[in-house]
T-cell receptor, first 111, second 116 residues
């Protein structure tokens, strides 16, 4: 059974204070690892897909990296508008594109 | 604009009633999904459909039903048999790639269902 664990559950940063969110996973053959951003009361917004260990992707202040056991979402010099819940999900081979989600990291960035 | 729409945004239901949540997409995606989100829990898959007129149960299908008569539409009915239906419901769609690279899912804005 695929499993995803995200840490920390919540993170409070000051504006400009860089940090990383962790996503540990177990999957029987990784087809892809996904990061989403979710604002309160809204649907998840797609950020990144990572396919294999060693891969990195960047978007503005966010950079996602992938190893064989975990993924990190690095946030560089965050701004208050980066405040959201960040969700990690994995997709294994032979699962008809189903996703297994973690419970998310709730990020708050203050001035 | 291409995207996924869900309606209504908020829905209130009395106990014992069935309600239907709408999900429409104009992304020309083959696959569609329904998830349930509860506080402190990850998104859980209710039903999914990889092609018109076909759908499969997800991890928590009991008390729910779906149909897929058109490629663009995947309505979810929450029946009176669902013991704890109050939750945030999310619809998603993807290209439905059977093999090859990972198949990214895109989400709608969600429907919040409250049972009174």
């Amino acid at each position: 059974e695929d499993q995803v664990t995200q840490s920390p559950e919540a993170l409070r940063l000051q504006e400009g204070e860089s940090s990383s969110l962790n996503c540990s996973y177990t999957v029987s053959g990784l087809r892809g690892l996904f990061w989403y951003r979710q604002d309160p009361g809204k649907g998840p917004e797609f950020l990144f897909t990572l396919y294999s260990a060693g891969e990195e992707k960047e978007k503005e202040r966010l950079k996602a990296t992938l190893t064989k056991k975990e993924s990190f979402l690095h946030i560089t010099a965050p701004k208050p508008e980066d405040s959201a819940t960040y969700l990690c999900a994995v997709q294994g081979w032979g699962t008809a594109s189903k996703l297994t989600f973690g419970t998310g990291t709730r990020l708050q960035v203050t001035l | 604009d291409g995207g996924i729409t869900q309606s209504p945004k908020y829905l209130f239901r009395k106990e014992g009633q069935n309600v239907t949540l709408s999900c429409e997409q104009n992304l020309n995606h083959d696959a569609m999904y329904w998830y349930r989100q509860d506080p402190g829990q990850g998104l859980r898959l209710i039903y999914y459909s990889q092609i018109v007129n076909d759908f499969q149960k997800g991890d928590i299908a009991e008390g729910y039903s779906v149909s897929r008569e058109k490629k663009e539409s995947f309505p979810l009915t929450v029946t009176s048999a669902q013991k704890n239906p109050t939750a945030f419901y999310l619809c998603a769609s993807s290209l439905g790639l059977a093999g090859g690279p990972a198949d990214t899912q895109y989400f709608g804005p969600g429907t919040r269902l409250t049972v009174l």
